[in-house]
């Protein structure tokens, strides 16, 4: 078995140099101990191949160990006491269990006003309750199967059968199929159940299915898909009017990440950009907007294009009177929605930082001034904090403006010096950051501008979540559904409404949200 590796930390120029030596015959043993280092991570790499165990994942830690993209990589100690975060793992109070069913307990032998049985002096008078408290598994979805009675008379053979305590919602029944149907509809609350464990939590069908069987209460795949079909349908218009208000906002973001549709795997996609050849790859935007009423707004849309169509679509709806919006991408070629739609174009620092990030230990003291610099961008984003908007723009004038100019003008003066070589990584990062240097900037310029595009990669970890459970959609129109679900399940979670009440809701008022959608939005779940 393979021995765990140390890290052997060498810059592409310490590679050369001691290369240069063993080619020589002029190793030191420092020399000696790096060789052996790099023999050790060899073997262990070999052992892992041969015994098909080594994942992408697995190689970057032999190779590199953890990372994140800080700088300084220092674990800070946990500290408990009254400055320590309120969710840092502790156990929950009682108020925190607002859907726990609640038992008065009285005391077996006392009551208030009785004489205390312990001084024999004092009465009794009544105290704050204790609590204790007792858990019980159950599956996801649990099933109440009701008994018909039925009558029938051996003369005419007619039946009689008792009523169902169900309602019934559906009528004119055209065939078994739409009666079954029926039955999801008027399961409003189990719908939603179903609709929150794949899109939110990332249940995959098969895998709900055989929870529910091993409990003897079995759900197979195809009537999960049915109740996915019953909040599909009492969700699209509210989608279609939360795209509407999206393009009502004033600062929309967007990003995007790719998904998989087995059906274009399997050549049955649109057209692709080559001729005759059907497109495989799909992709997922997630844009965070806000409404008029303030409300954050998420959605996610599936399909062949990516952000920069997506964006331009939405903005088509936008009231022509309103000003132009802000919007905020990477920097990628895809993300722009064309000359003709106006936008105040603004682009992720964190992405530009990312570049020199990645390439540190090659460049190790250009990419370090770099990195530095930016943290003080950073730590003045820190410290406005609590500011307003026009209060943030003048204290990154004041502390953010200069440090920014500064590093242009380093940046431009080694590439025209040659101290960073046009087309080498460095260089790269460099002319990455330059070219965007406007779109980069507008932190300090306009209020309310966002450092980088961090709100909407948290936003696109729902589809990560979904991608690496289910992995895939079988259909367009199965990624359409869950367009839809995700997206009132997401807005739900940042206006602090509980997805699982609300899509019970619109199930329930199912013919009004449809006809009415304004008057459905998440933040509008009655308490």
């Known amino acids: 078995m393979a021995r765990s590796t140390e890290q052997v930390n060498l810059t592409a120029e310490e590679c050369n140099d001691l290369r240069s030596r063993l080619e020589n015959n002029q190793l030191d043993q420092k020399d000696i101990a790096s060789l052996l280092s790099i023999l050790n991570v060899f073997v262990s790499l070999r052992q892992l191949v041969e015994k098909r165990k080594l994942g992408l994942l697995k190689l970057l830690r032999q190779l590199f160990g953890f990372k994140t993209e800080k700088k300084d990589q220092k674990q800070k100690p946990y500290t408990a006491g009254p ?21 008065k307990i009285e005391h077996e032998t006392l009551k208030p006003g ?37 009558l029938i008379c051996h003369s005419c053979k007619t039946t009689f059968t008792a009523d169902s305590p169900v309602l019934k919602t559906v009528d004119d029944t055209e065939s078994p199929d739409e009666d079954k149907t029926g039955r999801c509809d008027k399961n409003a609350k189990a719908n939603a159940t179903v609709g929150c464990l794949r899109f939110q939590y990332g249940v995959p069908h098969y895998r709900l299915a055989k929870i529910q069987k091993n409990s003897g209460m079995a759900l197979p795949v195809s009537t999960q898909y049915r109740m996915l079909k019953q909040v599909y349908l009492a969700g699209v218009e509210i989608y279609r009017f939360l795209i509407y208000l999206a393009a009502q906002g004033s600062l929309i973001k967007a990003d995007d990440t790719g998904i998989k549709i087995l059906d274009w795997l399997a050549g049955n996609g649109p057209p692709g950009k080559v001729r005759d050849t059907p497109r495989k790859k799909a992709t997922t935007t997630a844009i965070v907007s806000d409404s008029p009423e303030g409300q954050k707004i998420i959605l996610y849309m599936t399909g062949a294009r990516e952000a920069g169509h997506n964006v331009r679509e939405m903005l088509l709806k936008r009231c022509s009177d309103k000003e132009a919006p802000l919007y905020m991408t990477d920097g990628l070629a895809a993300n722009n929605p064309g000359s003709d739609i106006s936008v105040i174009q603004l682009h992720c620092l964190t992405h530009a930082r990312r570049h020199f990030f990645d390439i540190k230990t090659s460049f190790p003291e250009k990419c ?8 003080k961008v950073w730590k003045a984003e820190s410290e406005a904090k609590n500011m307003s908007p026009e209060e943030r723009r003048a204290h990154h004038q004041k502390n953010s403006r200069p440090v920014m100019e500064s590093l242009g003008r380093w940046l431009m003066e080694k590439l025209e010096s040659g101290e960073i070589e046009q087309n080498n990584d460095l260089g790269k990062a460099a002319k990455y950051m330059l070219k965007r240097w406007s779109e980069l900037n507008e932190f300090h310029h306009i209020p309310g501008v966002p450092l980088c595009n961090s709100e909407t990669e948290r936003m696109i970890k729902f589809i990560v979540t979904h991608r690496k459970n289910s992995l895939f959609f079988k259909t367009e129109k199965g ?19 509980n997805p699982i009440e609300y899509l ?24």
Do not use: H
């Not at 400055?83 to 038992?103: I, K, L, N, W």
């Not at 995700?486 to 807005?491: K, R």
């Open 83 to 103: 400055d320590a975060p309120a969710d840092s793992g502790g156990r929950a109070g009682r108020d925190d269990y607002p859907g726990a069913d609640r038992e």
């Open 479 to 497: 990624a359409e559904v869950g367009d839809v679900i995700q997206s009132l399940i997401a807005t739900c979670e940042q206006c602090g409404t």
């Open 504 to 527: 019970a809701w619109i199930q329930e008022n199912k013919g009004l949200a449809i006809s009415q959608p304004e008057k459905y939005l998440p933040w509008m779940l009655p308490n």
């Open 114 to 150: 009785d004489q205390c049985p312990e001084c024999l002096k004092g009465s009794l008078t009544g105290a704050e309750d204790g609590v204790d408290y007792e858990w019980s598994g159950n599956t996801p979805l649990s099933l109440k199967v009701f008994l018909l009675a039925r």
């Open 368 to 375: 370090g001034y770099v990195l530095d610099e930016l943290a």
